[in-house]
């Protein structure tokens, strides 16, 4: 793969449930850690419209077509309005990763989602569409659901994009970026 490939990293804002929007903040690197670009969008906290958001922000970014891939932190923005990354990938034609740090416990999303959503077989389905995999990293492993390259390609990225611990870059950067425009000053770990 090509050094200092465009890679997007988007992550939501801290927010407090019951409210109605939570930022959400794009940001372009090329890696390994060159800032490019900063977008931003606001969802629904729990709503549906986060796959829908995704794709007009960066439809509309003057990098569109530099943009190689797109690193999202996790499956769900602002609680669970879940990503449909199927969606994304086909509507921008760019390669799209969902990213966390820790095994997400499905039966316990699964009763959340249960307990609070009267679709919630629709957004369990979209968290378990999907096969998540390990990405292995100098410290602990990453765990991922990707759609558009072969896996190997997107381990490549996330490789390339780990300037230092464990996450990449463009996704540490739109955590700080994301918090810092809600809180005043970036804290807390992506």
Avoid: C
Wanted: glycine fraction near 6%; charge should be negative.
């Amino acid at each position: 793969m090509k050094q200092q490939i465009r890679v997007l990293g988007i992550d939501d804002s801290p927010f407090k449930f019951g409210t109605g929007n939570a930022l959400v903040v794009g940001v372009l690197v090329r890696v390994p850690s060159y800032l490019e670009s900063v977008m931003k969008t606001e969802v629904v906290v729990d709503g549906t419209d986060s796959t829908e958001k995704i794709i007009g922000m960066v439809s509309k970014s003057h990098y569109r077509e530099q943009i190689k891939a797109i690193l999202i932190d996790g499956i769900a923005l602002a609680g669970f309005n879940l990503i449909d990354i199927e969606h994304a990938h086909a509507e921008l034609e760019i390669p799209v990763l969902t990213l966390t740090r820790d095994r997400p416990d499905l039966e316990k999303m699964k009763s959340a989602l249960m307990k609070h959503f009267d679709d919630w077989k629709q957004r369990y389905a979209l968290i378990v569409r999907h096969e998540l995999r390990e990405i292995a990293t100098e410290h602990k492993p990453l765990y991922a659901s990707g759609l558009g390259l072969e896996w190997s390609e997107f381990e490549e990225i996330v490789r390339l994009s780990t300037v230092r611990g464990v996450v990449p870059e463009p996704l540490r950067m739109a955590h700080l970026i994301a918090s810092a425009m809600t809180r005043g000053e970036s804290y807390g770990r992506p």
